[in-house]
């Protein structure tokens, strides 16, 4: 190599590097978007959560080593139990797998960063605010104690009138927004993002993995944020969805938690699964067995694990031919499960396993989270779920599973990609005997809670009677409760010194063949100079050359003489370059989207509706200042893309991002939508009459809400009319202004007429169930027609400022799509408010 283009090369690393860089000092950190900073932030937030639960968790073992013990009172035993299970299932599961996958999968597919740096910055903030929140409550004496369940009506404001309830609906709600971002940046990046010549059936497999958790947690998700949404409206406005008296039902509740719940379990589980199958092939120095089989299994997983949430509800009178339906469901599920298992054995078995730190840590995932796998068999059998049923059996179960299954191929991916994160390389010494204390300890605690669920204690109870006999099964369980806790803070003490003082690691220490190893090390912010093209399911194995040529800046994007942060969009099956993405560099939004919310939040908890509604207004114009100043708002529509290849910027090219996260995000909302008509017919068909007399039109919608209704169809066709305009490149801009003006108009005119003649016809929400959910879905569609409206709006602002047109029309698109969305939607809520009660 010249002189020349050494120079020209060592030039071009420094312009990537300065492009890419966080700003320094604190203002660096709290404006950072780059997916390894927020990614490393929501890993350490995690497992710092983890081990405030895991503190809990010995408070709690400590009350029940014997019987008359008195560690904690009643009160702070259902506290400590409730924050617990909420930190563990909320706060460090999720979370720090989500942190994984935001930091791996751009290394592993190819790309520099995520497709939006700042909402994975915004997520975070989200994140931190809400165990915050749900923690501060101890400060205000007000901690939730209602389980990590909250079932009613033990949690309404009869029975629980104090803000520990609140503090639970509030906090997690807003750490779950962490969770639904996170979700649509992932599904993004894994469709959009992958390396040239990665097609869908090179996909690693925790890509396959997180793309399919990615799509639970959109559908998943939505269910809870729903349930909590209905009981705060309960608790703070008195609305009585789950007020029996006033035609609610407490298992409304229990039914919508439960679709989240029971997916959540394989939400944090299937991450965890795609990390063993990048961890035993690497190991067994072979590729994975029957890698279509194991994909398969993941969306085989996926699908089944929704059908499963009455597996929770056994117990609560459901018909018998219904239970014989999700008795076979929790069966079946084990199917796609045992696939992957016998795929990672076989990979073991014909390969040359290699037992370091991180296939131990599989090991043992193997024998735990297939007993685990065992007991769930188990109490899938109604009748032995009837015995079993709140009995500790069901918590150590619950623990073989989640820690078996998400806890072992943490640690063994922490292990495996922890020379990637520090350049070193952990103590193998210390590693394995922190393994042993784990498994030796974790062994001890729970298979004795099996003997006394066995043997009657019930779980969530903070005391039990010495008839029982099981003194010294729970002391012998607490004992095994320590030393599972010392192994695993051992654990994060070598990982932790690792950074410092470990032994520094060539490149590739374990040899493996997938591409985030071709990074250098220390990882770059910008992770390749140039993006590689890959040929084979494991690049490295079959081209040992790859990681220079993704080093040198002769390659794609590896001119930044545009100066600005670029990541290659490629298609979604066949992964052909399409696009130039311009990302939006360091930023003061995220955090502060994120500060107006909690301060709203605040506001609400406190009891100050005034003022929570008056943060709105800021709140929305920091939303506008962020879309507005999004990626690059001049961009050309075509850039030069390197090796002679001219590409579309993604304003121009059909398949940007931006258009697949409206697709994600509207099948988010569209699960919240179908959650909230799952909660009205399920209260119509348990109600014996609907609307109750006196309450409803009880005949025809009145003229005023066919009015509403024609609108909707109106602002459709607007919106329709000016696409067509902007598509045939018209070129006085009021040709397709006017048409999306009149579609605003269209839908503030349907609210407008709606939600008036509405209250004067259920009557105020506090009356019945009927008047609470008719008010729910009329509010939630009308929300939702004026953000279409807002967007559209936007988008006249931006063709006005000569920023959209024909040939750049993604902005549009976006909005023209959500308002299809948002008319459609609110076309359903009309007809399920209007028409199914006439038709009893």
């Not at 495996?416 to 070193?424: M, T």
Request: aromatic share 14%.
């Amino acid at each position: 190599m010249s002189a020349d283009v050494q120079d020209l090369h060592a030039r071009r690393l420094a312009a990537l590097e300065r492009i890419w860089a966080n700003a320094p000092g604190l203002r660096g950190q709290l404006t950072a978007v780059n997916h390894g900073t927020i990614a490393l932030r929501f890993i350490v937030a995690g497992l710092a959560f983890m081990l405030v639960g895991g503190l809990l968790a010995m408070f709690i073992r400590l009350q029940l080593a014997w019987f008359d013990a008195e560690v904690l009172d009643p009160e702070r035993y259902n506290q400590f139990v409730t924050l617990h299970g909420t930190t563990m299932m909320f706060l460090f599961a999720v979370p720090v797998m989500e942190g994984f996958a935001m930091y791996l999968l751009p290394k592993m597919l190819g790309a520099r960063d995520l497709p939006f740096p700042r909402l994975g910055a915004f997520g975070w903030w989200c994140y931190l605010f809400g165990g915050l929140f749900l923690y501060s409550s101890l400060l205000f004496d007000a901690a939730p104690d209602g389980g990590w369940f909250m079932y009613v009506p033990l949690t309404d404001a009869t029975f629980s009138p104090g803000k520990g309830p609140d503090f639970w609906l509030i906090g997690v709600t807003f750490a779950e927004i962490a969770a639904v971002t996170a979700a649509v940046e992932l599904i993004v990046a894994v469709l959009l993002t992958r390396a040239p010549g990665m097609d869908i059936r090179r996909m690693p497999l925790f890509a396959w993995a997180i793309l399919v958790t990615a799509f639970m947690i959109a559908m998943g998700f939505p269910p809870l944020i729903l349930a909590s949404i209905l009981l705060e409206l309960q608790r703070a406005f008195g609305f009585v969805f789950f007020d029996p008296a006033l035609g609610g039902d407490p298992l409304l509740w229990q039914h919508l938690f439960w679709l989240f719940g029971h997916p959540e379990v394989y939400i944090i589980f299937l991450p965890a699964a795609g990390v063993v199958s990048m961890v035993v092939p690497t190991f067994a120095r072979r590729p994975v067995a029957g890698h279509a089989w194991v994909v398969l299994a993941l969306v085989s997983t996926g699908f089944l694990s929704f059908g499963l949430w009455v597996h929770h509800m056994f117990a609560v009178g459901i018909p018998l031919l219904a239970l014989a339906f999700f008795s076979a469901a929790s069966m079946a599920v084990a199917v796609p499960t045992s696939i992957q298992v016998f795929a990672w054995i076989a990979t073991l078995w014909s390969g040359r396993p290699w037992l370091r730190l991180p296939l131990l840590h599989v090991l043992g995932f193997f024998v735990v989270f297939v007993l685990g796998g065992l007991t769930g068999v188990m109490l899938a059998f109604v009748p032995f779920d009837w015995q079993a049923h709140d009995t500790h059996f069901v918590v150590a179960h619950l623990h073989y599973v989640l820690i078996g299954g998400m806890m072992f191929p943490m640690f063994a991916g922490l292990y495996y990609w922890l020379p990637l994160a520090s350049g070193r390389m952990p103590s193998e010494s210390l590693g394995r005997t922190a393994f042993w204390l784990v498994v030796v300890g974790f062994h001890l605690t729970f298979v004795p809670m099996h003997l006394t669920g066995l043997l009657g204690m019930p779980r969530r109870v903070y005391t039990y009677s010495p008839s029982l006999g099981v003194e010294w099964l729970n002391l012998l369980s607490t004992a095994g409760g320590f030393l599972l806790a010392i192994g695993i803070v051992a654990i994060l003490v070598d990982v932790g010194l690792c950074f410092v003082h470990g032994r520094r690691g060539r490149a590739n220490p374990w040899r493996a063949g997938t591409l985030e190893w071709a990074v250098p090390v220390p990882v770059p912010n910008y992770n390749f100079a140039s993006v590689p093209r890959v040929d084979d399911d494991y690049p490295l194995w079959r081209d040992r050359t790859l990681a220079a040529r993704a080093a040198g800046t002769d390659g794609l994007l590896g001119d930044p003489a545009r100066g600005r942060r670029e990541l290659l969009g490629t298609g979604i099956v066949s992964a052909r370059p399409e696009q130039v993405v311009f990302l939006p560099s360091s930023s003061w939004l995220p955090l502060a989207c994120a500060g107006a919310i909690a301060v709203l939040l605040a506001c609400f908890i406190a009891g100050w509706y005034a003022a929570a509604a008056a943060c709105l207004v800021p709140l929305l114009a920091l939303f506008c200042a962020w879309a507005w100043n999004t990626g690059w708002p001049g961009a050309p529509r075509e850039v030069e893309a390197g090796e002679g290849i001219v590409l579309p910027s993604q304003y121009a090219c059909r398949n940007a991002p931006g258009w697949w996260a409206v697709v994600a995000t509207m099948l988010i909302v569209g699960s919240l939508f179908a959650s909230l008509v799952f909660a009205y017919f399920y209260l119509w068909l348990g109600s014996e009459g609907w609307p109750p007399p006196g309450m409803g039109e009880g005949g025809r919608p009145a003229a005023g809400h066919w009015l509403a209704l024609a609108m909707l169809p109106a602002a459709w066709l607007c919106g329709s009319v000016a696409t067509a305009a902007l598509d045939g490149g018209a070129k006085r801009r009021r040709r397709v202004v006017v048409p999306a003006l009149l579609a605003v108009a269209a839908v503030l005119v349907s609210v407008g007429v709606e939600l008036p003649l509405l209250a004067a016809e259920p009557g105020p929400p506090q009356a019945h169930a009927y008047a609470s959910v008719v008010w729910t879905l009329a509010g939630f569609c009308a929300v939702h027609l004026l953000v279409a409206a807002l967007l559209c709006a936007y988008a006249c602002a931006r063709i006005g400022a000569r920023l959209v047109d024909a040939a750049r029309p993604l902005e549009w698109r976006v909005a023209c799509a959500f308002l299809r969305y948002a008319v459609a939607q609110a076309a359903i809520g009309w007809a399920v408010i209007h028409l199914f009660p006439v038709l009893q």
